[in-house]
T-cell receptor
Framework: LAKTTQPISMDSYEGQEVNITCSHN???????ITWYQQFPSQGPRFIIQ???TKVTNEVASLFIPADRKSSTLSLPRVSLSDTAVYYC?????????????FGQGTELSVKP | GAVVSQHPSWVICKSGTSVKIECRSL??????MFWYRQFPKQSLMLMAT?????????EQGVEKDKFLINHASLTLSTLTVTSAHPEDSSFYIC?????????????FGPGTRLTVL
């Protein structure tokens, strides 16, 4: 499974847009890019998944360049409740049921 | 979304005792469940894949005799930490796969905090 690299931590303020970039230079042709959110003492929660270009849902957007060696999770207008750890995973599609290998994650801190 | 529960949510035990953690899929059947362990300020580490009716598959470095996994029904997998020691203190998280009309999704439980004294 492709290894991912993310910033260890990020700080932001309420109302700002937050972009978290993940590097995955060894991504395979069949790999998808999936982001999870985890609050303290809770299990991870699926945010968004993409294969290429741009994906948007009610929570976030995911931007993937043509070479797919990186991806950027964009959280619009964050609030204090978005303070969490965000994990970028590369591997089988979320809906293929493969085992997930979590990387280091990015600890996002949103301040008032 | 589908609901996965864990019991207990937290447990404190003495060193040398065994602790059983349950993972249940409440509104769907799950032939496959996963067990993860997470130490403070660290990422989730996959421990094993639990398959209903068969032996679990353990990741490299995880002692199968210490972390006993039983997946006896389509809605329940259990993880037993045998002869627990303080270094086993961690946050244990399970996930369950739901297959529905060709789509397979993975849902996580809320986790179980184990503290070994």
């Amino acid at each position: 499974l492709a290894k991912t690299t993310q910033p260890i931590s990020m700080d932001s303020y309420e109302g700002q847009e937050v972009n978290i970039t993940c590097s995955h230079n060894n991504i395979a042709t069949n790999d998808y890019i999936t982001w999870y959110q985890q609050f303290p003492s809770q299990g991870p929660r699926f945010i968004i998944q993409g294969y290429k270009t741009k994906v948007t849902n009610e929570v976030a957007s995911l931007f993937i360049p043509a070479d797919r060696k990186s991806s950027t999770l964009s959280l619009p207008r964050v609030s204090l409740s978005d303070t969490a750890v965000y994990y970028c995973l590369v591997g089988p599609s979320y809906n293929q049921g493969g085992k997930l290998i979590f990387g280091q994650g990015t600890e996002l801190s949103v301040k008032p | 979304g589908a609901v996965v529960s864990q019991h207990p949510s937290w447990v404190i035990c003495k060193s040398g005792t065994s602790v059983k953690i349950e993972c249940r899929s409440l509104d769907f059947q799950a032939t496959t469940m996963f067990w993860y362990r997470q130490f403070p300020k660290q990422s989730l580490m996959l421990m094993a894949t639990s398959n209903e009716g068969s032996k679990a598959t353990y990741e490299q470095g995880v002692e199968k005799d210490k972390f006993l996994i039983n997946h006896a029904s389509l809605t329940l997998s259990t993880l037993t930490v045998t002869s627990a020691h303080p270094e086993d203190s961690s946050f244990y998280i399970c996930s369950a796969l739901r297959a529905d009309r060709g789509l397979v999704e993975q849902f996580f439980g809320p986790g179980t905090r184990l503290t070994v004294l």
